[in-house]
């Protein structure tokens, strides 16, 4: 496998595009990144998409974005891997240009999923659950999500409020993100009040659903060094995954595939975890983050919570998470945000954060995308590329 590199990042803001199309919105981040990176084509064109049949009834979105975005002609396929869409999308990048099937490849997350009922919204994101054996007993994704914490309340013996330190420090970030979809802090207290959605999950456990396109340019380490002075070395992009249905997992609290994902990146990397300046983590609710720092091992089982108390994944802490507002905050267009986790990694070491987010002497940096509950789960590794 080749060396590969970053040379080129876009995002459009995450929120509600009533009057931009899907295709207008992946546009929007391609040539963003391309003109970012210098280039006026790719290769290969990745798009990752969970919904776009059932929320804007169309398929067959490679063909259609490499057509809109003038790239017609070049090798394009649609990458589906519920929320996890967008960071397979990128695997599928790193694979081409790592084989040397590409010499350049774009990877893009697109989702629009704010102009349908919430009603449609919610049973078209409940297909990443089982279909045969969840949906038929009326689970929602927010449902599966309720299931997980209530074990984890159960299991571990912590007090609800605690899981506040999570959304707070999110909104805190987002605030300086001029991406983000919520820009307003939030309180402890705003927490305790916030309605209920599927006990024991609130709305400030959640991540909102959202419009929001974001894409990459990649290409190998020795073409990026004579194409750009901010390209960042690509380390790692690799893949765990996990039973789809909660029953058939041997221990709800553990996600194997944030486990197994982990564990193949940071090998790939050459890193140790102390090596991680940052981790851009999938906080699609509250437990979520928690789940994933634990089994990625990154806090002791049952000690997340306690850890992001005590500051430690705070912007001066130990490991800095959700730098930029997380899903939470910055918006979770279910198919864009593995990419969106990446720009923002990306951002910060190339030193690009906007202030105060900026997280000092930023070297390596890991972003976690997982569809699903954590059936599929994709680990990338960027690093700072010197020289």
Known sequence: MKELAIIGIGQTPVGEHWAVGLRDLATEAIWAALDDAGLDGADALFVGNMLSGEMAQ?????????DHAALAGIEAVKVEAACGAAAAALRQAV?????????????????????????DTTAALAMAADGDYELPMGLSF???????????LYEHRVPKEAFARFPIQA??????????????????????DAKMIASP??????????????????????RARRLSDRAVRLLACEVGTDTVALHDRADLLWLKGVERSTKKALARAG????????????????VIAALSLESAGFAERGC?????????????GRLPIATMGGLKAR?????????????????????????????????????????????TVVTTILERMEG
Do not use: W
């Open 58 to 66: 169309q398929a067959h979105l490679g063909a259609l974005i490499a």
């Open 271 to 286: 890193k140790r975890h102390e090596e991680i300046d940052l981790f851009e983590l999938h906080d699609a609710f509250s």
């Open 304 to 316: 997340g919570l306690c850890h992001a108390q005590r500051g430690d994944f705070g912007r001066g």
């Open 142 to 152: 927010v449902g599966v999500g309720a299931l997980l914490m209530q074990r984890y």
């Open 95 to 119: 694979l081409a240009v790592g084989s040397g099937a590409a010499e350049v490849a774009v990877a893009v997350g697109v989702e629009k999923l704010t102009e349908q009922p919430p009603a």
């Open 331 to 375: 918006g979770h267009p279910v198919g864009a945000t593995g990419l969106y986790q990446v720009v923002e990694a990306t951002l910060q070491l190339r030193g690009e954060a906007p202030e105060p987010l900026q997280i000092p002497d930023a070297r390596v940096a890991m972003a976690q995308n997982i569809g699903g509950s954590g059936a």
């Open 171 to 192: 909104h805190d970030n987002a605030q300086h993100n001029p991406h983000a979809m919520f820009r307003s802090p939030i309180t402890a207290q705003q927490y305790a």
């Open 201 to 222: 999950i609130n709305l400030l456990d959640s991540s909102p659903i959202a419009d929001g396109a974001a894409a990459v340019v990649v290409t190998t380490a020795e």
